[in-house]
Nanobody, 126 residues
Framework: QAQLVESGGGLVQSGGSLTLSCATS????????IGWFRQAPGKEREDVSC????????IYADFMKGRVTISRDNAKKTVYLQINRLKSEDTAVYYCAADPSPCGSSWYIKGVGRSWGQGTQVTVSA
């Protein structure tokens, strides 16, 4: 059974950086894409970034380009999301999700991945 566990969230000052982790288990990573999403209070969930595990190709949401980097660690079966120059509007619960279809497919666009983590809260103070 596929499992994803996010960690690394917390309270950070505006302008600071944070690295979120998504630890995975229970599925063959090479066949999956891992995406990061976020949902702020009162807002719809939005996609942030995605990585195709097999070839390492990535995509980023336009509003995050230049501030975020997604990466993976094969040995640890973990995907990371580093966010720099954090802003108050980055405050949200961040989720990772896995799906056997590539990044950019409908699952990612619609935010309906096959497996989801429980989320990790990121709060950016002014």
């Amino acid at each position: 059974q596929a499992q994803l566990v996010e960690s690394g969230g917390g309270l950070v000052q505006s302008g600071g950086s944070l690295t979120l982790s998504c630890a995975t288990s229970g599925f063959t990573l090479e066949d999956y894409a891992i995406g990061w999403f976020r949902q702020a209070p009162g807002k719809e969930r939005e996609d942030v970034s995605c990585i195709n595990w097999g070839d390492g190709s990535t995509i980023y949401a336009d509003f995050m380009k230049g501030r975020v980097t997604i990466s993976r660690d094969n040995a640890k079966k973990t995907v990371y999301l580093q966010i720099n120059r954090l802003k108050s509007e980055d405050t949200a619960v961040y989720y990772c999700a896995a799906d056997p279809s590539p990044c950019g497919s409908s699952w990612y666009i619609k935010g309906v991945g096959r497996s989801w983590g429980q989320g990790t809260q990121v709060t950016v103070s002014a």
